[in-house]
């Protein structure tokens, strides 16, 4: 992988990056108009909640760099990154981990995001500078847009496709009726996370320049300074707050109105990588790439647990299955392997007046 990345080095100096920031933030001087949010408590997870376990195990091609379960729950997909120019794109049965279809084009696959109605599925195509538009029931390439340099992430609103250009320094911006890019938005240096709010605000997170990019209407409307080497971005269920992983071994929760300040903090493993939300909002699901261990975060209960996957090496992707129960899948960097952990969920304790 090229540059950009976070070695295992910097593991002490994570143990206390979520202690240097909740001083940091009480020390902070409010600004005139502000006091009312300065006094707002930043919450700390907890550790505990339920505990996960591996239900099933299914090969990959090489370098399963992401994973993404579709809308009506049936199909697990995997990008195999260091498969170029054949079955670039897994395709799983959910339930069992068979495989049950591929998709192959020239280039190398990276991200994908579905449709709502799930017929659609678009691929980053990191080699050749495009997104694969693929018929989903077809598996079949439908068309390719060209984009920036070097394509990650990509997140679809309507008929808008933004997609994060990893050495471009930009998001492009798609007309999915046209098929083609209609704008591009400057960020700072590799641009990784992204996410669309409720009112249509993009969020880009820059790894590189430790910080979020607001875009509205088409403009940059302010950075937010976050945290260092911010990578995923994941708006809420509701679009009306954000997850975000601080590659230092934590994740921040965020709303827009505070300006980059966390109103909380989860502990997750090392060099923590994709994140995932369940449809309630009530699980978030994390990749943690340094440590090889899932983290499972309560956002009702406020709990985090750091979760074994024996065999596994360097886990990236991750996703969470949008159906009842408890599901997340994951994906092993280095030994081409496909998870699916399980756990029961437990009933809610806190209040819903007791939550912030």
């Not at 299914?58 to 260091?82: H, M, Q, W, Y």
């Not at 591929?102 to 678009?122: H, I, M, Q």
């Not at 995923?232 to 827009?256: M, Q």
């Amino acid at each position: 992988m090229r540059g950009g990345e976070i070695h295992e080095s910097i593991a002490d100096v994570r143990r206390y990056a979520p202690v240097l920031l909740l001083a940091l933030a009480g020390l902070a001087i409010p600004a005139a108009g502000a006091q009312e949010r300065s006094r707002t408590r930043i919450f700390q997870t907890e550790r505990g909640g339920p505990r996960l376990r591996v239900a099933a195990v299914a090969e990959t091609g090489v370098l399963p760099k992401s994973v993404n379960v579709s809308p009506d729950g049936s199909r697990v997909v995997v990008c195999n990154f260091g498969r170029p120019d054949s079955d670039n794109v897994w395709v799983y049965d959910a339930e069992t981990l068979e495989h049950v279809g591929s998709v192959s084009f020239p280039g190398n696959a990276v991200e994908s995001a579905f449709s709502a109605d799930g017929r659609t599925l678009w691929v980053s195509n990191f080699r050749r500078h495009v997104v694969e538009e693929i018929d989903f029931a077809r598996l079949e390439v439908r068309r390719e847009i060209e984009v920036g340099s070097h394509p990650k992430t990509i997140v679809v609103d309507g008929s808008t496709l933004y997609v994060a250009n990893y050495f471009d320094e930009s998001v492009s911006v798609v007309d999915l009726r046209e098929g083609r890019e209609v704008a591009r938005l400057a960020t700072d240096e590799r641009p990784r996370g992204m996410g669309v709010l409720a009112d249509g605000t993009l969020l880009a997170a820059a790894f590189g320049g430790d910080r979020v990019h607001v875009f509205a209407a088409g403009q940059e409307r302010e950075q937010l300074e976050v945290c260092r080497f911010p990578r995923d971005v994941l708006p809420t269920p509701d679009r009306r707050a954000f997850f975000l992983t601080c590659s230092l071994g934590h994740i921040g929760f965020y709303r827009p109105e505070d300006h980059g300040r966390p109103f909380g903090i989860a502990s997750t493993g090392r060099n923590p990588r994709s994140i995932d939300v369940t449809a309630d909002g009530r699980w978030v699901g994390v990749a943690n790439f340094g440590s090889s261990d899932v983290s499972l975060i309560d956002t009702v209960e406020r709990t985090h647990r750091r979760h074994e996957v024996p065999g596994a090496h360097r886990l990236v992707g991750l996703a969470m299955h949008p159906g009842p129960g408890l599901r997340v899948y994951t994906t092993s960097w280095d030994t081409g392997e496909l998870y699916m952990l399980t756990g029961r969920v437990p009933e809610r304790r806190r209040s819903a007046r007791n939550r912030r």
